[in-house]
């Protein structure tokens, strides 16, 4: 059975998300969060004792290569010559900080 939500609930979360929502969208959100409130309660049922944590559902192996140092061909003066910008020895980016 869904759990009930008031039509007050359906707007303060409307207002939260900064949504408008019609009469006729606030009925069907009241029905189909409620729905949704009645599965996670009754996922509140089921025993998970015994059940430790887990942080993915399936055994995910890390595949990013191991950091390495690499010899960079070029001297640092020959690399810098190449970027776009540059100021006091060091590449100039855009800040992305105001």
């Known amino acids: 059975m869904a759990e009930k939500i008031s039509k007050e609930e359906v707007e303060y979360l409307a207002k939260l998300a900064r949504v408008g929502l019609t ?4 009925t069907k959100y009241q029905k189909d969060l409620g729905d949704i409130l009645g599965y996670v ?4 049922e089921v025993d ?4 430790g ?7 995910a192996k ?7 140092i690499e010899k ?3 001297a640092p003066a020959e690399l810098l010559e ?3 910008e540059k100021e006091d020895g ?3 980016v855009q800040s992305i900080f105001d």
């Open 72 to 74: 960079i061909e070029g």
């Open 53 to 59: 944590p887990m942080a993915q559902g399936i055994k």
């Open 41 to 44: 309660e009754k996922l509140n």
């Open 48 to 51: 998970t004792d015994g059940v």
């Open 62 to 68: 890390n595949v990013m290569r191991e950091d390495k």
């Open 90 to 92: 060091f590449i100039k």
């Open 82 to 84: 190449c970027a776009p």
């Open 23 to 26: 009469d006729a969208e606030i």
